[in-house]
């Protein structure tokens, strides 16, 4: 298929179905992976970005092939964000998730766009999932990492909003750059998040900065404290020797 693909390695953990509709992404984030992983010189991904080329042609096309299969959710994105502010203007992310529904097929939203997804919950149902990455609370680290996504508060709120609206709501919790903001987190979110999908941060400095095996355990403590659903990704649970 064109634009709708199974994806592979880490990212297979999030969702077995993923499609992008945009190429780049506006929000800028430092440990962005996307540039490097698609070849492209960070500054353009991320000042740039536009919708792919006959993407919607393509896209509704591939929705035809998996029309009445009973398939998992297709996620919107792994390389770009549904929700960063050229969609305001193009719309794609709305049309794309009408096809899905003509054609039988749940979506599943990942975005650090905020209040900016609320506009299309209209669309969503109990069959979908909306989801946000959460990195920090504290709005100027966020800003620091993060420099044109939405704020930390303004991600939580769309998150209560989707919960409110009886949309299945999963965080993800990756890549963490602060272990103590990423437990505080767990314990503001988990009466509204009814998932937590948690990895590290990886191919950055940074990463060597944190004690991944002592991060994994607090976090998994706490989650089961909470009583909480989660997933601890495979990079993780081997540095806390849950697995090789």
């Excluded at 650090?112 to 609370?137: E, I, P, S, Y």
């Amino acid at each position: 298929m064109a634009i709708i693909y199974e994806p592979k390695g880490r990212a297979r953990e999030y969702a077995a179905l993923s499609a992008n509709l945009y190429a780049g992404c506006e929000h800028g984030c430092e440990y962005c992976y996307a540039p490097k992983a698609l070849r492209r010189q960070k500054e353009q991904f991320h000042s740039d970005p536009k919708p792919r080329k006959n993407v919607m042609a393509n896209f509704e096309k591939d929705c035809r092939k998996l029309n009445g299969q009973d398939l998992p959710p297709v996620l919107f994105s792994f390389t770009t964000d549904p929700y960063q502010p050229c969609d305001e203007i193009h719309k794609l992310t709305r049309r794309g998730i009408e096809l899905l529904h003509e054609n039988g097929l749940a979506v599943e939203i990942l975005t650090k766009g905020g209040m900016r997804a609320t506009r299309d919950f209209d669309l969503l149902t109990g069959k979908d999932a909306f989801a946000t990455t959460l990195t920090f609370l504290n709005e100027a680290d966020s800003l620091k990492w993060e420099p044109r996504a939405a704020t930390p508060d303004d991600r939580i709120k769309a998150m209560r909003e989707a919960k409110q609206k009886g949309v299945r709501v999963w965080a993800s919790l990756e890549p963490v750059l602060d272990p103590e903001q990423s437990l505080e987190i767990i314990s503001v979110t988990h009466k509204f998040v009814d998932l937590f999908k948690i990895g590290k941060l990886n191919h950055h400095e940074h990463a060597e900065k944190i004690d991944w095996y002592k991060f994994g355990w607090d976090a998994k403590t706490l989650l089961e404290k909470l009583s909480c659903n989660y997933y601890l990704k495979h990079d993780l649970r081997k540095c806390m020797r849950l697995e090789k």
